[in-house]
C-alpha cells in the first residue's frame, strides 16, 4: 500500500527513544523526510543516525526541550527553512510525574502542563501557517490511554492531558477547511523505558515484569514501539484522508470503555 508520504516533510518530537524513534523510523521507510528533536544530544545523534543507516532518509537532528518556548520557536523554524515547511508534526513528550494528589505540588502541575498541553499548542502554532499555505498537513499529538480512561497513581496524567485532545478536536473542526487533519493517538502498554520504570520496585526479573505488565491486556502482552508507529504512520498518510478529531488508542485492548 502507498500511502503518500514520500517527499513529506515530517517533524517528529521526542524521537531519540521509544515511540517517537518508531515513528521517525517508520516515515523514513515510507520516504518522508525526518526531523526529529530530543533533549539530550547524544541520543539524538545516535537515533538519527540509524534512521539514516535503515532508510538513507534525509533526518535533521536537532536537540530542543518541547517544554522552552524559545527552543520550539527555533526548532520548526530551522525544519521549514531548510525543508520548507512541516506537513506532519508528531507532537510527542514524556509524560508527567507519576503521585497522588495530595504530593503533587504546584510547581509539578504547572511542569505536567506545560509537557503535555502547553508543548502542543506552541508547536501547532509553528507548523500551522505553513499547513494552510500549502492545503494540506497531519498533526498528530501521542498523549495515553488515561484521554479515555483515568489510570492509577497517573494524576496529573488524567487531568492535563484529555485537556490537549479537547484542544485537538477543536482545531481539527477549524482547520478542516485547510485540508489539515488533527488526531490523538493515545498508547496502552507500550515496551518503552518509561513503562520499565517501575521494574526495579516489583522486584522482579525484566521478562516476569513485561509477562504481569500484559496479564491485564486482552491481547495478552504489552505493544511494541513498532505498532505503535504502523498506526501514527497510517493516520499521517493519504489513506487516512477521512480521520479528524479522532483520539485512537493503541492498547491491545487495556481500554474497557465504548468510546
Keep these: ?3 503518500g508520504l514520500r517527499g513529506k516533510v515530517a517533524l517528529v518530537t521526542a524521537a531519540s527513544k521509544g515511540m517517537g524513534k518508531a515513528c521517525a523510523l517508520e516515515f523514513a521507510r ?9 533533549r539530550t544530544e547524544s541520543d539524538l545523534k545516535t537515533a538519527a543516525d540509524e534512521v539514516r543507516a535503515a532508510t538513507k532518509a534525509d533526518v535533521l537532528a536537532m536537540p530542543a526541550d518541547v517544554t522552552k ?4 520557536q ?3 523554524q530551522r525544519v521549514s ?6 506537513d506532519i508534526l508528531v507532537a510527542n513528550a514524556g509524560g508527567p510525574a507519576r503521585g497522588f494528589f495530595e504530593e503533587m505540588s504546584d510547581e509539578q502541575w504547572q511542569q505536567a502542563f506545560e509537557l503535555s498541553l502547553l508543548s502542543v499548542v506552541r508547536l501547532v502554532r509553528g507548523v500551522l501557517p505553513g499547513m494552510q499555505a500549502k492545503k494540506w498537513g497531519r498533526v498528530l499529538t501521542i498523549q495515553s490511554v488515561s484521554v479515555k480512561q483515568p489510570l492509577p497513581d497517573l ?7 484529555p485537556g490537549t485532545h479537547g484542544m485537538i ?4 473542526l477549524r482547520y478542516a477547511k485547510d485540508n489539515i487533519t488533527f488526531n490523538t493517538v493515545c498508547p496502552g502498554r507500550i515496551l518503552t523505558d518509561r513503562l520499565m520504570g517501575g521494574l526495579k520496585a516489583s522486584g522482579l526479573s525484566r521478562e516476569q515484569y513485561i509477562a504481569q505488565l500484559g496479564d491485564e491486556i486482552p491481547i495478552g502482552r504489552v ?11 497510517f493516520l499521517a498518510s493519504e489513506r487516512a484522508s477521512y480521520v479528524t478529531g479522532t483520539a485512537i488508542q493503541v492498547d491491545g485492548g487495556l481500554v474497557r470503555g465504548l468510546f
Design 155 to 161: 494524576l496529573l496524567s488524567n487531568a492535563v492531558r
Design 1 to 3: 500500500m502507498d500511502l
Design 223 to 233: 505493544g511494541t514501539p513498532e505498532e505503535f508507529a504502523n498506526v501514527v504512520v
Design 74 to 76: 527555533a526548532l520548526t
Design 30 to 38: 515510507e520516504g518522508a523526510k525526518v526531523a526529529m528533536c530530543a
Design 169 to 172: 478536536k477543536t482545531l481539527a
Design 81 to 86: 527553512s531548510q525543508w520548507g515547511g512541516v
Design 69 to 72: 518556548k524559545d527552543d520550539v
